[in-house]
Nanobody
Framework: VQLVESGGGLVQAGGSLRLSCAAS????????MEWYRQAPGKLRELVAR???????NYADSVKGRFTISRNNAEASVYLQMNNLKPEDTAVYYC??????????WGKGTLVTVSS
């Protein structure tokens, strides 16, 4: 199974980006899909999560600015990021949370927000 993220880049503060993550390969099951990020010198943190039910959870730091969505038929997940701040600068990773199967990670996409 491979997860490939795209959509990262350089944006000015206040701008928007939309990240995409597409999964391919033999997927046994999916419990949820998540976005993480890791800034230089910091631990990887959970940004947003969307369960099979469609319920979502967000880190406090991104609530009201980021929106996670998914396409179940295509095993894809998206992260719409609005009103970006310099502190959102990080490598963003997609994670597929397997229910009865293993978890998978993408290799990440870099988001840089300039002030």
């Amino acid at each position: 199974v491979q997860l490939v993220e795209s959509g990262g880049g350089l944006v000015q503060a206040g701008g928007s980006l939309r990240l995409s993550c597409a999964a391919s390969g033999l997927i046994v099951s999916i419990d949820a899909m998540e976005w993480y990020r890791q800034a230089p010198g910091k631990l990887r943190e959970l940004v947003a999560r969307i369960a099979n039910s469609g319920s979502t959870n967000y880190a406090d730091s991104v609530k009201g600015r980021f929106t996670i969505s998914r396409n179940n038929a295509e095993a894809s997940v998206y992260l719409q990021m609005n009103n970006l701040k310099p502190e959102d600068t990080a490598v963003y990773y997609c994670k597929l949370v397997g229910g009865y199967g293993p978890d998978y990670w993408g290799k990440g996409t870099l988001v840089t927000v300039s002030s």
